[in-house]
């Protein structure tokens, strides 16, 4: 394609943001970039535009701004813009936007919502009870079967990674239950088995599929712990057989695309299913549906996305942006390097992070813009070169190499240079200690 250099905004503040940016950067199509709101860890040569993020009024004044600014393509990051209706408004604002729009991001906004369209779609998923309130989950729970391993609790809406409960016994689950967000739950019957994160472009009615991805979601080696938002990921998985992902395309991400458009609410933008898998016995189950990219798993994956003549980065986002996969390859083309990202948290985290701590060791020249290993800022605060924790998950260290092996001693090397009070971060991620 030819043209002037395209300018890219990106919406949101995290690792999955700065993620986005590094990967777009080495577009030879884009000529800049907006993070909208961003951090102050992230490269000064990427302009920055405070904003909020919750209401209607600040999507709009943030299109118009977009709009002004000539921006020809938007990539939204987080969930919570989504499930308020941001695509909606971008789309109104004839804005082209990768991501879906509030009907469709329910998908992940309600897990009872999810549930209901992957049993209407066939897609393998747990067994599991939907209650309307504390007193009708408490009921449930109650008269469950605890013979078997235990049940998920979740709350039925978005919690920033923290509303899922594993929990072994009714007494484990009715005190978590108390400590959950909202008013409606999912209770699902624990399944065992490895985790996988399988991504892919949307355009309401086609799929690309990207490479898998694994993320440790326990906050402690061994994955043990509270769930958190992700403590660190890789690509690829091995042991994935190949067949799996035109299994994925026909028994999972095309059934809940038809549901959905069918509901009316087609889903265009970046799906992500969180999957159990039990290869041993050649099954797996859904356990969630995300409206975007994973987080740490983006910070895994664009690094890995080739960039061809023709076919990079921005041309899959332009291709979702305006609903059209055709005439595009059904698999997204990876490089065969492996990578790997370790999350440093806050002490605290994710139960109540403490923010103020300096970090040392976070140098311009070594945040992520390029190169094998580098740092992916997302709870990071501050002024220049003083940089303060500002969030419960603080940075990811980043590793790429030949072989999954160098790729996590390059992340942990990375991260041995990085310093705060409190800092938490798990040393099993990708294989045993470092």
């Not at 590094?22 to 990427?46: D, F, K, T, Y």
């Not at 892919?200 to 990207?210: H, I, P, S, T, V």
């Not at 059934?255 to 265009?268: D, K, M, N, Q, W």
């Not at 409206?291 to 740490?296: C, I, L, N, S, T």
């Amino acid at each position: 394609m030819s043209g002037a250099p395209s300018t890219v905004l990106i919406v949101g503040a995290g690792g999955r943001e700065h993620a986005l940016a590094w990967r777009l950067a080495r577009s030879p199509r884009v000529g800049h970039l907006i993070l909208a709101p961003g951090n102050v860890g992230m490269p000064r040569e990427w302009e920055r535009w405070e904003t909020g993020l919750s209401r209607k009024e600040e999507f709009a004044a943030l299109a118009e701004r977009a709009r002004e600014a000539g921006v020809s393509l938007a990539v939204i990051g987080p969930d919570n813009p989504l499930a308020e209706g941001i695509v909606d408004v971008f789309t109104e604002a004839d804005l082209p936007t990768v991501g879906p729009t509030a009907a469709a991001a329910r998908i992940e906004a309600s897990k009872a919502f999810a549930k209901e369209v992957m049993l209407a779609a066939g897609v393998p998923t747990a067994r599991h009870f939907i209650a309307k309130s504390r007193e009708e989950a408490l009921g449930i729970l109650r008269a469950l079967d605890w013979s078997r391993g235990g049940w998920v609790l979740k709350s039925d809406g978005l919690a920033l990674g923290k509303g899922v409960c594993v929990c072994g016994t009714l007494a484990e689950a009715t005190g978590a239950l108390e400590g959950l967000p909202g008013g409606e739950f999912v209770i699902e019957e624990r399944l065992f088995g490895e985790e996988l994160s399988w991504m892919a472009f949307c355009d309401g009615e086609r799929c690309a599929l990207l490479e898998p991805a694994r993320d440790h979601k326990r906050l402690l080696d061994g994955d043990h712990g509270p769930n958190t938002g992700g403590m660190g990921a890789f690509s690829p998985v091995p042991g994935v057989p190949a067949s799996w992902a035109e299994r994925m395309r026909r028994e999972v991400f095309l059934p809940t695309l038809r549901e959905l458009a069918r509901r009316g609410a087609p889903f265009r933008g970046v799906l992500y299913a969180g999957l159990m898998v039990d290869f041993a016995r050649d099954r797996f189950w859904v356990l969630e549906f995300n409206a975007r990219f994973g987080d740490p798993e983006a910070q895994v994956l664009l690094p890995r996305i080739e960039e061809r003549p023709m076919l990079g980065i921005l041309e899959w986002f332009e291709a979702v942006a305006r609903g059209d996969l055709s005439g595009l390859p059904d698999s997204v083309p990876f490089e065969r390097a492996a990578a790997l990202a370790v999350v440093a948290a806050a002490a605290g985290y994710p139960e109540a992070p403490l923010k103020g701590a300096r970090i040392a060791g976070l140098h311009g020249s070594e945040r992520a813009t390029g190169g094998s290993e580098g740092i992916f800022c997302a709870g990071v605060g501050g002024l220049g070169e003083a940089p303060i924790v500002n969030g419960g998950r603080v940075l990811a260290a980043f590793g790429r190499g030949a072989d999954l092996a160098q790729a996590r001693e390059r992340a942990y090397a990375r991260l041995a240079k990085i310093r705060f009070e409190g800092m938490q971060y798990r040393k099993d991620i990708g294989g045993g200690a470092p």
